[in-house]
């Protein structure tokens, strides 16, 4: 009895202390964020903040070039994670479906791509954006953000069309659809929670990446707002209210989409990892 107690406990404790752990910063930078200047340098710590203020946000949004950026950040890495999920869908199909020779080195490679830190390869790349005259310019980007989530996208979805009975794709062939037409209304409705997984992943990546728009884009026209951030303290001194607005309005695209797909997002990693 004693054992069976301790085995239901040590868990949910667990579960309790990590998501304190990794929950407190995230409502310390949004508390923060509200509090009024005199409760953020009080000496003792306010916890729980009673007079709410949303002047450091107004600071903020009114910061130069905001939306400028935001722009910027919502166009590369929406951009990016729509032409990661289109040509992802055609290469998990190519990859599950069908034999050819390589087949096997093409997965590994997308593996290694997979464990390769992007930041070694950052002089390779701006070198060739270089030369290609296109510094300063959201087209590398999306090209470079697209790179960095494709072989996960691939890996994954390649997962769930392998799932799919080659039986259904079969019948709908034999009804009179074509190869494409078979895998547009058959296969790919059941791929739902796989993109909604790796869009969420693509997504939170480059709208996180900060090296390779630090080093290609020097125009703050043509920068996103990760970088934005770094230099928002430089900007406005030690306003730490104003800094964790700008940080909070930073992180709450990725909070908010997270909440909405968090359900399918995981279903979709862990099934596409056991699956095919």
């Given at each position: 009895m004693k054992r069976?107690?301790?085995?239901?406990?040590?868990?949910?404790?667990?579960?309790?202390?990590?998501?304190?752990?990794?929950?407190?910063?995230?409502?310390?930078?949004?508390?923060t964020a509200?509090?009024?200047?005199?409760?953020?340098?009080a000496e003792d710590p306010v916890w729980f903040p009673t007079n709410l203020t949303f002047a450091h946000f107004d600071k903020a949004v009114h910061a130069d070039h905001f939306w400028t950026l935001?722009?910027?950040?919502?166009?590369?890495?929406?951009?990016?994670?729509l032409l990661s999920l289109v040509i992802s869908l055609f290469a998990s199909f190519a990859i599950?479906?069908?034999?050819?020779?390589?087949?096997?080195v093409f997965v590994v490679t997308f593996m290694l791509a997979q464990m390769a830190p992007w930041e070694v390869m950052?002089?390779?790349?701006?070198?060739?954006?270089?030369?290609?005259?296109?510094?300063?310019?959201?087209?590398?980007?999306?090209?470079f953000y697209m790179m960095m989530v494709l072989p996960f996208t691939i890996l994954?979805?390649?997962?769930?069309?392998?799932?799919?009975?080659?039986?259904?794709?079969?019948?709908?062939?034999?009804d009179g659809c074509t190869r494409v037409q078979a895998?547009?209304?058959?296969?790919?409705?059941?791929?739902?929670?796989?993109?909604?997984?790796?869009?969420?992943?693509?997504?939170?990546?480059a709208w996180n990446e900060f090296p390779l728009v630090l080093i290609l884009n020097k125009s703050i026209e043509k920068q996103t707002l990760p970088l934005w951030i770094s230099q928002f303290r430089t900007a406005f001194g030690d306003d730490w209210g104003a800094t964790m607005a700008a940080s909070s309005l930073f992180a709450a695209p990725i909070l908010v989409l997270f909440i909405f797909l968090q359900r399918k997002a995981v279903s979709g990693l862990t099934d596409g990892a056991v699956k095919g």
């Open positions: 069976s107690i301790f085995g239901r406990i040590w868990p949910n404790a667990t579960a309790v202390i990590l998501f304190v752990v990794f929950a407190f910063p995230v409502y310390w930078m949004f508390a509200l509090k009024p200047t005199g409760d953020i340098i935001v722009r910027n950040s919502v166009t590369v890495t929406v951009l990016a994670v599950a479906r069908m034999r050819f020779k390589g087949r096997g950052i002089i390779a790349n701006y070198m060739l954006v270089r030369d290609s005259d296109m510094l300063d310019s959201l087209v590398p980007l999306t090209v994954t979805l390649r997962g769930y069309v392998a799932a799919v009975p080659k039986e259904l794709e079969e019948s709908a062939m034999v895998f547009v209304k058959v296969i790919f409705p059941l791929l739902a929670p796989g993109l909604m997984a790796t869009s969420l992943f693509g997504f939170i990546t």
